[in-house]
T-cell receptor, first 111, second 118 residues
């Protein structure tokens, strides 16, 4: 039981490049989330999904897209990376009850 | 919209002493969950403790306990017998009890960095 895993753990992009972050969970959770963490800002919700095939915008969705084609996977895409997207990205999953389980995070640097 | 405020960006405590981290929140809902998460230098988010708003009794997990004041919308974390491994960022978080058509997303405070002095 791996919980929530994220790929990759680190990435450096040049401005304008694209990439996809992969999140996978093996707990059969319905709900999945992408957050970004910036210094002094806590974690802020980018997008979320309430089930396979569904996605919705969170607090800071601009510049990101997501897909949930399979229940266990939640992908976060950056089509044209900008320096403002330099951050640590966390994926999380949950059921209706109680807490969210977090992945180990991805540190992304956009130069 | 719900907001969570942690007014102490940094705190320090002597090893074996007790420290209290503050958190206040704003919501119009009557039922919800509150959480404290710990983030050590490894970056992993670790759940420390959970409080259901409909429970009057304060939650306790070993050396960690909360002081939940619903009317004041206050949710502080007390760490007793502090250990070097307690050094981390601590985040207070809020979650609605019922999602309706939305998600069970967490609203986080900005965090408190706790240092433990040997």
């Amino acid at each position: 039981n791996a919980g929530v895993t994220q790929t990759p753990k680190f990435r450096v992009l040049k401005t304008g490049q694209s990439m996809t972050l992969l999140c996978a969970q093996d707990m059969n959770h319905e709900y999945m989330y992408w957050y970004r963490q910036d210094p002094g800002m806590g974690l802020r919700l980018i997008h979320y999904s309430v089930g396979e095939g569904t996605t919705a915008k969170g607090e800071v969705p601009d510049g990101y897209n997501v897909s949930r084609l399979k229940k266990q996977n939640f992908l976060l895409g950056l089509e044209s990376a900008a320096p403002s997207q330099t951050s640590v990205y966390f994926c999380a999953s949950s059921n209706r009850i109680y807490e969210q389980y977090f992945g180990p995070g991805t540190r992304l640097t956009v130069t | 919209a719900q907001t969570v405020t942690q007014s102490q960006p940094e705190m320090s405590v002597q090893e074996a002493e007790t420290v209290t981290l503050s958190c206040t929140y704003d919501t119009s809902e009557s039922d919800y969950y509150l959480f404290w998460y710990k983030q050590p230098p490894s970056r992993q988010m670790i759940l420390v403790i959970r409080q259901e708003a409909y429970k009057q009794q304060n939650a306790t997990e070993n050396r960690f306990s909360v002081n939940f004041q619903k009317a004041a919308k206050s949710f502080s974390l007390k760490i007793s017998d502090s250990q070097l491994g307690d050094a981390a960022m601590y985040f207070c978080a809020y979650r609605r009890l019922y999602s309706g058509a939305g998600s069970y997303q967490l609203t986080f405070g900005k965090g408190t960095k706790l240092s433990v002095i040997p």
